[in-house]
């Protein structure tokens, strides 16, 4: 007996419990009354690691395995097995690696790109093999005895090879957990695919998870389908479009708010106060709730295009924010000026001499920091 992670981990004369191993998790269940949480191969023997007490070291215990999730690791892993030789067959394309997830399966092909086309050749001939029910064989050979099986990808391991076939269509090494017939594997489906550097990383599923998957779009198809009052087959160039008018709307909305701001900016100038030393210069310094930094940075820019000498503006709402721009050209610095007073918001920031912003995670009134910087600035009403 030993700890794993701060558990109990026991070993067994022999056991059923599946260690994780060649991308495939581990079973789960129930040993001498304890969960059985994790399994792991520790080389010379399997590690049951118990969430609880575990059994007393020589006593006999019974073990029985979560039957929901083996059964749904055979069905991934065999149609891995399917669907890998498929791409070979099909298009030519070798699997680099395999990963059984808790939610989805992904192999790893050797290609950099990879086409719809491809892909339902693939797919359809891993379903047409399922279909057939075909019988899943083992087999025990020497590793030095390997050639006359074929095998899908070369092994470089030695001593016995246990060897998982699907009848008269693909031979892999592998100590997995296998369906009987292909027919339970289940139907096959590739959700997605996206390349990963030179390889492309294809994301499917079988079984019940393809069944379920199935289901939840059926559910989400029909809910846009009433929404819309289409036919299922009408929801695409009706969503299509749809997109197409917000686009639309989206850009219309944003130049009429450029609008908008360019005259509230232009009104901020008009009330803004004299700076010394020049009787044109305007200081604009403004206070505003649930403005959103890109908001209040194109206000104070337009503020500066509408004349504006320097552009003071602050908003609080959720967070607090400060924006502070000039003219180009002017001895002030706008980035040392903010450095001075965000403090009284406790943020920070930076910035361009003649552009700096800053805020705070916290709902600060931001009227305290706009007086001291107009202070400092040497600014008067």
């Known amino acids: 007996m030993t700890e794993v992670g701060g558990r109990s981990a026991v070993t067994l004369d022999r056991t059923a419990f599946y260690p994780t191993s060649g991308g495939q998790p581990h079973d789960t269940g129930v040993l001498g009354g304890a969960p059985v949480v994790d399994v792991v191969d520790a080389g010379d023997a399997v590690l049951h690691v118990l969430d609880g007490v575990p059994p007393a070291v020589g006593a006999a ?3 029985r395995i979560d039957a929901d999730r083996r059964r749904d690791h055979t069905q991934q892993h065999t149609g891995q097995h399917a669907l890998s030789q498929a791409f070979e067959r099909a298009c030519s394309l070798r699997t680099v690696s395999f ?17 719809s086309d491809a892909v339902r050749r693939a797919e359809r001939l891993a379903n047409e093999v399922v279909l057939e029910d075909r019988p899943i064989l083992v087999h025990f050979a020497d590793a030095s005895d390997l ?21 008269h269509f693909d031979r892999s090494a592998c100590g997995g957990t296998h369906v009987q017939r292909t027919g339970q594997i289940g139907p096959i489906k590739v959700r997605r695919w996206e390349r990963r550097g030179n390889e492309t990383r294809v994301e499917f599923l079988c079984g019940w998870r393809t069944l379920r998957d199935h289901a939840e779009r059926l559910d989400a198809t029909r809910a846009l389908a009433e929404r819309l009052g289409a036919r299922d087959a009408d929801l695409v160039p009706i969503l299509s479009r749809a997109l197409d008018e917000l686009d639309r709307l989206r850009d219309e909305n944003a130049a009429l708010r450029g609008r908008l701001l360019d005259a509230e900016a232009g009104k901020l100038v008009d009330a803004g106060t004299r700076l010394p030393g020049s009787p044109t210069a305007r200081l604009v310094v403004a206070a505003f709730e649930n403005r959103s930094p890109d908001e209040l940075k194109r206000l104070a820019s337009s503020a500066i295009e509408h004349g504006a000498a320097v552009a003071l503006l602050g908003s609080t709402g959720e967070r607090s924010h400060l924006v502070f721009a000039q003219q180009p050209g002017r001895s002030d610095d706008m980035n040392a000026l903010l450095r001075q007073v965000v403090r009284l918001i406790g943020g920070r920031g930076g910035g ?28 008067r009403d």
């Open 99 to 115: 990963h059984l997830g808790a939610e989805y399966c992904t192999i790893d092909l050797d290609t950099p790109a990879l086409g």
């Open 352 to 379: 361009s001499r003649d552009l700096a912003q800053g805020g705070s995670a916290s709902p600060a009134p931001v009227s305290p920091a706009l007086d001291e910087a107009r202070r400092l600035l040497g600014g």
């Open 147 to 167: 050639t006359r099986f074929g095998l899908r990808k070369v092994v470089e391991r030695s001593g016995e090879i246990r060897i998982v076939e699907i009848e």
């Open 61 to 63: 215990v019974a073990g």
